[in-house]
């Protein structure tokens, strides 16, 4: 009877000896893993915040490039009205835009001549020469290039050169020469913010209503 009574005793202190241990056990590993995740939650976190703003200043650093590079103008007319026509059609597509005023200088088209004689009495002849061999031609009379001869002009510079190599191919001795002229033309100038509106829908819809309407 003694030995069950002992054997009772020490199994209720082996079990009270059990549950302290183990407790204890949960316990320092319970606020552990509370401390560890908030931190585990804080970096992904931080994380996520790190790759939007990395995001955001890419989208700024290259917003700036992409608007100074993409200037246009619209027009090209010989008068000033139509561009203004024009700056108000865009108006009302919210595209902003200016009137500007720009001359430069353009080949209106191409020459192709024998070079001056000394006298009017050879330029004759050397047209009499010519046109036996199947060139008609034209004499000048005037200015820089006073008995010259004149044989053709082109719009073309192709067209200009292909006479130049018959001329050649003939041995008769000739030249080419571009006559320019200094054109005056309106053109609207569109602000950077409204650039991304012009798309090749408006174009389209502007080349048909606006002829000769050209881009730069």
Request: cysteine-free.
């Given at each position: 009877m003694r030995k069950v009574f002992l054997l009772i005793i020490l199994a209720n202190i082996g079990f009270l000896l059990w549950t302290l241990l183990y407790g204890n056990l949960n316990e320092s590993a319970q606020p552990e893993e509370?401390?560890?995740?908030?931190?585990?939650?804080?970096?992904?976190?931080?994380?996520?915040?790190?790759?939007?703003?990395?995001?955001?200043?890419?989208?700024?650093?290259?917003?700036?490039t992409n608007k100074a590079s993409s200037q246009k103008l619209l027009g090209g007319f010989s008068e000033e009205s139509r561009a203004l026509a024009l700056r108000q059609r865009l108006l009302t597509l919210n595209i902003a835009g200016s009137v500007i005023h720009k001359s430069q200088t353009v080949i209106k088209e191409y020459i192709v001549y024998v070079p001056p004689l000394p006298s009017l009495r050879l330029a004759l002849r050397k047209q009499d020469e010519l046109e036996r061999r199947g060139f008609s031609s034209s004499v000048i009379q005037d200015?820089?290039?006073?008995?010259?001869?004149?044989?053709?002009?082109?719009?073309?510079?192709?067209?200009?050169s292909n006479m130049l190599e018959r001329l050649s191919q003939s041995r008769i001795d000739s030249d080419l020469q571009a006559v320019e002229d200094i054109e005056q033309a309106y053109w609207v100038e569109i602000e950077q913010d409204s650039v991304r509106l012009l798309d090749e829908i408006v174009l389209d819809s502007l080349k048909k209503d606006f002829v000769s309407l050209r881009f730069e």
């Open positions: 509370e401390i560890n995740m908030p931190v585990v939650q804080l970096q992904n976190s931080a994380g996520i915040v790190l790759v939007r703003e990395r995001q955001l200043v890419a989208k700024q650093a290259e917003t700036p200015g820089e290039m006073k008995y010259a001869l004149e044989v053709a002009r082109y719009v073309n510079e192709q067209a200009a």
